[in-house]
Every structure is written in structure tokens, then in C-alpha cells.
């Protein structure tokens, strides 16, 4: 199983990104997707989670909701996530996850398979 996370860059305040994750060696309609984040000296931290079942609501950290957008297309066996009106407070490494099965979990600990991580930057 590989998951790669592109997207990532330097973005002023206020502007706008998507990442990402392209998986391949699983059965992507089986997982749920997550993006996690990591900001230096901190730990890694929820972001959003999007269920396999498309009946589902996906779910949001407080500090993303109405920022970020989490999307799939199955077919290309790729989650996204959108981010507009950035912050300097979402510098950190982004990294997308799996899980099997429908749920949507915020816990780190619950997703088998994790990418290699994207780097977003936005300065203060």
C-alpha cells in the first residue's frame, strides 16, 4: 500500500491550496480517508475524515471547519483537501491516512496506512 500527498507549497495568508493523496495497493472505495497535520514541535493533530460510504457525512477539526473541504474521486483513487483562507497557524506537515471500513475517525491510531506527508507553509 502507498499513499502520496502532493500540493503543498509556500501560500501567503488568506490564500488558497489542495492537496492531494494518491493511493494505490488497497481497494480505495473499501477505506475511509483522513488528513492529519503535524506543526513543528507539536504533535500530530486531526484535520478531516471522509467515510468509504458516501452517506456519510465527513468530519472536521473545530479549527479547519469552513476552511477546509475534504473530497474523493474513487476513480482515481484519490482523496483531496481543499484549504482556502489559510493561516499561518496551518503551517505543518499534512499527511493523508486509510482506514478500512466506513468510519470516520478523527484518532491516528485507527488508520493502517499513512503518506509521507506534504509540506504547507504559510508565513506570518
Known amino acids: 500500500v502507498q499513499l502520496v500527498e502532493s500540493g503543498g507549497g509556500l501560500v501567503q495568508a488568506g490564500g488558497s491550496l489542495r492537496l492531494s493523496c494518491s493511493a494505490s495497493g488497497l481497494t480505495f472505495s473499501a477505506y475511509s480517508m483522513g488528513w492529519f497535520r503535524q506543526a513543528p514541535g507539536k504533535e500530530r493533530e486531526f484535520v478531516a475524515a471522509?467515510?468509504?460510504?458516501?452517506?456519510?457525512?465527513?468530519a472536521y477539526a473545530d479549527s479547519v471547519k469552513g476552511r477546509f473541504t475534504i473530497s474523493r474521486d474513487n476513480a482515481k483513487n484519490t482523496v483531496y483537501l481543499q484549504m482556502i483562507g489559510l493561516k499561518p497557524e496551518d503551517t505543518a506537515v499534512y499527511y493523508c491516512?486509510?482506514?478500512?471500513?466506513?468510519?470516520?475517525?478523527?484518532?491516528?491510531?485507527?488508520?493502517?496506512?499513512w503518506g509521507q506527508g506534504t509540506q504547507v507553509t504559510v508565513p506570518s
Open positions: 471522509m467515510s468509504s460510504w458516501g452517506g456519510r457525512a465527513p
Open positions: 491516512a486509510a482506514t478500512l471500513g466506513s468510519a470516520v475517525s478523527a484518532l491516528s491510531n485507527n488508520y493502517e496506512y
